[in-house]
Each structure stands twice: as C-alpha cells, then as structure tokens.
Nanobody, 125 residues
Framework: QVQLIESGGGLVQAGGSLRLSCTCSGRTFSNDAMGWFRQAPGKEREFVATISWNGGTTDYADSVKGRFTISRDNAKNTVYLQMNSLTPADTAVYYC??????????????????WGQGTQVTVSS
C-alpha cells in the first residue's frame, strides 16, 4: 500500500524558512511525478509546486515562484519543498501527492493518485 508521509512543518516568523519532506513507502516512486499543494482554513486546496519523475522539470504557482523550491531524491523516495521568505499568507496545511506513472505532474489536484496526511505550516507576522 502506497503511503506518503510529510514532515517538517511548524511555526516560523515572517521572513523565515522551512523545508518540508515527503517520504513515499510501498512503492518506488522514481516513475511518478510529485506535487505539493496547500489548504488554508476556509479555502480550497491550491497547487504549490510539481516535479517530474527525474527532477528535470518543475512548475510553481505564481504566489511561490522565486521563494519555494521543489526537489527530489529518488534513492530516498523523498520529495522536498524548501520554503524561503515566508509570509503569513503561506500559512496552511501542506500536502504532498503522487501522480503515478507519469513523467510530468499537473497543477490540478484531481490529477494525483495518492496524498499524504498533511503538515501544518504557520507563519507569524
């Protein structure tokens, strides 16, 4: 059974940084595109970033471009989201997702097959 487990969330002051990790078990995910999404209270889940199965192609939401970096280590079955220059608007539960057997991920949540349980990121002003 495929499981995605996120970690690295927490409380940080505005301008600070966090690195989220998402480790996949039950499957070797080197053939899967991976994505990060987030959901703030009262809002819909929104796309943050995606990375192709070999890490060669990435895509970002405009709101995080230049501040966030998605990467992956296929040997560790882990995808990362480095978040810099955080603002209170980045406060949300962050989810990683796997799009199985697909080279390049989509910005649509409906395109992903498996999801993690989420990790809370809170940015104080």
């Amino acid at each position: 059974q495929v499981q995605l487990i996120e970690s690295g969330g927490g409380l940080v002051q505005a301008g600070g940084s966090l690195r989220l990790s998402c480790t996949c078990s039950g499957r070797t995910f080197s053939n899967d595109a991976m994505g990060w999404f987030r959901q703030a209270p009262g809002k819909e889940r929104e796309f943050v970033a995606t990375i192709s199965w070999n890490g060669g192609t990435t895509d970002y939401a405009d709101s995080v471009k230049g501040r966030f970096t998605i990467s992956r280590d296929n040997a560790k079955n882990t995808v990362y989201l480095q978040m810099n220059s955080l603002t209170p608007a980045d406060t949300a539960v962050y989810y990683c997702a796997a799009d199985l057997d697909r080279y390049k991920g989509t910005i649509l949540a409906s395109g992903y097959d498996y999801w993690g349980q989420g990790t809370q990121v809170t940015v104080s002003s």
